[in-house]
């Protein structure tokens, strides 16, 4: 059982994301990254954010497709959070805490 919570960690079936990105739909935005971009502040209101919540939704206010997708991994990469989906500017992340607020499906 261990296991399996381990892995769902690290990545998510099509169930859980369709799933995650159902719940998703209904919040707003919890952070604006603007033209500061990544910065040390915004980085630890992150972290803070997503200890209180395992399901952001951010807006990334500025830049290219491309500069937004760089952004959107950054994130994923410094913070272990799962990217859930992106439409326009903005992204919603994953990062799974215990005991967790959400039942995920198992597949």
Same mark, same amino acid.
Not at 12 to 35: D, T, V
Not at 53 to 67: F, M, S, T, W
């Given at each position: 059982?261990?296991?399996? !919570?381990?892995?769902? /960690?690290?990545? %998510?079936?099509?169930?859980? =994301?369709?799933? /995650?990105?159902?719940?998703?739909?209904?919040? @707003?935005?919890? =952070?604006?990254?603007?033209?500061?971009? /990544?910065?040390?502040? =915004?980085?630890?209101? %992150? $972290?803070?954010? =997503?200890?209180?919540? +395992?399901? %952001?939704?951010? @807006?990334?206010?500025?830049? $290219? !497709? +491309?500069?937004?997708?760089? *952004?959107? $991994?950054? %994130?994923?990469?410094?913070?272990?959070?799962?990217?859930?989906?992106? *439409?326009?500017?903005?992204?919603? *992340?994953?990062?799974? @805490?215990?005991?967790? $607020?959400?039942? /995920?499906? !198992?597949?």
């Amino acid at each position: 059982m261990a296991q399996n !919570r381990k892995k769902s /960690l690290t990545e %998510l079936s099509n169930n859980q =994301l369709k799933y /995650l990105r159902g719940i998703a739909h209904n919040i @707003k935005p919890m =952070l604006i990254i603007g033209n500061n971009g /990544l910065s040390e502040s =915004l980085m630890t209101e %992150l $972290e803070n954010t =997503l200890s209180h919540h +395992e399901l %952001l939704k951010i @807006k990334i206010a500025y830049g $290219e !497709r +491309e500069d937004r997708q760089a *952004i959107v $991994e950054q %994130l994923v990469q410094q913070t272990g959070a799962l990217h859930v989906q992106t *439409i326009g500017k903005t992204c919603v *992340i994953f990062r799974q @805490k215990e005991p967790s $607020e959400f039942m /995920l499906p !198992r597949n």
